[in-house]
Structures are given as structure tokens and as C-alpha cells.
T-cell receptor, first 114, second 108 residues
Framework: DGGITQSPKYLFRKEGQNVTLSCEQNLNHDAMYWYRQDPGQGLRLIYYSQIVNDFQKGDIAEGYSVSREKKESFPLTVTSAQKNPTAFYLC?????????????FGPGTRLTVL | RKEVEQDPGPFNVPEGATVAFNCTYSNSASQSFFWYRQDCRKEPKLLMSVYSSGNEDGRFTAQLNRASQYISLLIRDSKLSDSATYLCVVNYNRKLIWGLGTSLAVNP
């Protein structure tokens, strides 16, 4: 089946620890995105990548890092510098670049920092 | 003014009702438009793209009004399974801008 997978579904970490969220897609999409969603707020863009080995900061990149070494994979690291890391993290991909194409989402990772 | 605005609701309607949501956007140069639905604690799923001429997919109809800068979603013959949050999404300057969503509850 083609799609986007994220793991794990739920993640608990202690404050001060870095944590890496996985995102894999087999849709052959060029572009991939990371969002976070907080209660009562819309999706906010953290990072995006339009092509392998290239990525750009979104609106709230501080405290996060990404890599795009393979077309299929776009992992997100939540560092200890992120002040409010507890959130629902969503990975998405699209065929084209620049948001002109529809984005398709993985099931999300719910991160709780204790 | 927010870039994309939606009435948060909730809209409570009985099964079989017709319900419509509007979404306004602030940037007149916005290029493409989408409706997504999001179930509680799940990821958003694409419902439909919105084309200039309007488009229909079964019980769902989307319209775009560029002059007044809004898009709309009409749901006919509401089902219990339509209960969800509906997100309006606008592509401006090669970036997707997300609304906060409109909550719909369809009651038996």
C-alpha cells in the first residue's frame, strides 16, 4: 500500500532529552513537511523539504532539526531547546513543490514531554 | 485579520440536513484552495480541492468566490460519519495556510 508512515504513535520523553520522530513515504513524492498541532490552534509549519538534501525552515523551526538524505525519509528531531515540545506532530508529503499540490498526511506522533 | 478564517462552530445538525461552511482568506493572490476533514485525534485527510468553476463530489460541493475572497463547502444529506472538523486551506506564495477548522456534529 502506498502511503506515509510515522512512528511511534505515542512518545514520552523526559525534559531535556532530544527525540527523533520518523516519517517515511512510498508515494514517490518530492516534497515533505513537518507540522505541529496544538489544541485550539491550526497546523503550524516547522520545516519542509522540496528535494533530497535540501530543506527550509517553516514558521516555527526554533528547537527543531531535520534531514533529508533519502527521498522517502524526513526525520524530525525535537531538541532540548524547544520550549514547549508537547504536541501532535504531523508529517505530510506532496507530489510537487511550493504547496501547489495537495498534501497527504501520516497518522501523526503524539509527543509528551514530562 | 487572520490569513484564513473559519467559524469554529460547533454546527449541530440532524441526520439528513444540509449544512454549509464558509472560509474567508485575506490574500487576493491566493492560488489554490482545499478542504480537509480531521477526525478527533487523527491526521487531516483531503476532502476535495476547490476549483474556480466549483466542483462536486457526491454529497459535497465546493465553491470559490474570488471577488469576495471566500470558499464554501456544502454537505447534503448529512450522515453521522460526517461529524468531524473541516479545515480550509489556502495556497498563498507557494505555502499552505491552514484555517483553525469548523466543527460539525451530525446527530441521530
Amino acid at each position: 500500500d502506498g502511503g506515509i508512515t510515522q512512528s511511534p504513535k505515542y512518545l514520552f520523553r523526559k525534559e531535556g532529552q532530544n527525540v527523533t520522530l520518523s516519517c517515511e513515504q512510498n508515494l514517490n513524492h518530492d516534497a515533505m513537511y513537518w507540522y505541529r498541532q496544538d489544541p485550539g490552534q491550526g497546523l503550524r509549519l516547522i520545516y519542509y523539504s522540496q528535494i533530497v538534501n535540501d530543506f527550509q525552515k517553516g514558521d516555527i523551526a526554533e528547537g527543531y532539526s531535520v534531514s533529508r538524505e533519502k527521498k522517502e525519509s524526513f526525520p524530525l528531531t525535537v531538541t532540548s531547546a524547544q520550549k514547549n515540545p508537547t504536541a501532535f506532530y504531523l508529517c505530510a508529503s506532496s507530489m510537487g513543490q511550493g504547496g501547489s499540490n495537495e498534501q497527504f498526511f501520516g497518522p501523526g506522533t503524539r509527543l509528551t514531554v514530562l | 485579520r487572520k490569513e484564513v478564517e473559519q467559524d469554529p462552530g460547533p454546527f449541530n445538525v440532524p441526520e439528513g440536513a444540509t449544512v454549509a461552511f464558509n472560509c474567508t482568506y485575506s490574500n487576493s493572490a491566493s492560488q489554490s484552495f482545499f478542504w480537509y476533514r480531521q477526525d478527533c485525534r487523527k491526521e487531516p485527510k483531503l476532502l476535495m480541492s476547490v476549483y474556480s468553476s466549483g466542483n462536486e463530489d457526491g454529497r459535497f460541493t465546493a465553491q470559490l468566490n474570488r471577488a469576495s475572497q471566500y470558499i464554501s463547502l456544502l454537505i447534503r444529506d448529512s450522515k453521522l460519519s460526517d461529524s468531524a472538523t473541516y479545515l480550509c486551506v489556502v495556497n498563498y506564495n507557494r505555502k499552505l495556510i491552514w484555517g483553525l477548522g469548523t466543527s460539525l456534529a451530525v446527530n441521530p
